[in-house]
Each structure stands twice: as C-alpha cells, then as structure tokens.
C-alpha cells in the first residue's frame, strides 16, 4: 500500500525557514508525482507546489514562488519543501500527496495523502 507521512512542522517566526519531508513506502519512488498542498482554518486547501516522478520538473502556486523549493531523494522514498521567508499568511496544515505519473493541479487528481504537518508562522 502507497503511504505517506509528513514531518518537519513547527512554530517559527515570520521571515524564518522549515523544512518538511514526506516519506513514502509501498511504491516506486520514480512512478508517482509528489504535491504538497495545505489547508488553513475557514480557507479551502490549495496546491501548493508539486514535483514530477523524476524530479525534473516542478511548480509552485504565485503566493509562494521564489520562496518554497521543493525536491525528491527517489533513494530515500523521500520528498521536501523548502520553506524560506515565511509569512502569517503561510500558517496551515500541511499534507503531501501523490499520483501516478505526472503533476496536476487539482487535490482532487491526488489519490493518496499524509495525516499533515502544522506550519504556524507567528511573531
């Protein structure tokens, strides 16, 4: 069974780093895209960034370009992202998940999903 565990969630302060990583077991790493999204208190969840099977090509939503960096160890069954310059705004659950083959930009296109991480972004 593909699974899916997010770590690295914490409280930092505004303009502060994390990292999370998703850890994947039950696949081969190099057949299924990776997309983190996150869901915020009274806002609907949103993509926020998605890596395909190889790595080779990512995306990211406009509101976090330029700051998240997303990345895959195929290796260790492992996805992150990357979170520099982070705002209040940033502060949410956040769940990776993945689907055969390539990106897309819709959760509902994702068929397998981590419990999510909490990111709180505050002063």
């Known amino acids: 069974q593909l699974q899916l565990v997010e770590s690295g969630g914490g409280l930092v302060q505004p303009g502060g780093s994390l990292r999370l990583s998703c850890a994947a077991s039950?696949?081969?790493?190099?057949?299924?895209?990776i997309g983190w999204f996150r869901q915020a208190p009274g806002r609907e969840r949103e993509g926020v960034s998605c890596?395909?099977?190889?790595?080779?090509?990512?995306n990211y939503a406009d509101s976090v370009k330029g700051r998240f960096t997303i990345s895959r160890d195929n290796a260790k069954k492992t996805v992150y992202l990357q979170m520099n310059s982070l705002k209040p705004e940033d502060t949410a659950v956040y769940y990776c998940a993945a689907r055969f083959l390539g990106c897309a930009n819709k959760s509902g296109n994702y068929p397998y999903w981590g419990q999510g991480t909490q990111v709180t972004v505050s002063s």
């Open positions: 890596i395909s099977r190889s790595g080779a090509s990512t």
């Open positions: 039950g696949f081969t790493a190099d057949s299924y895209a």
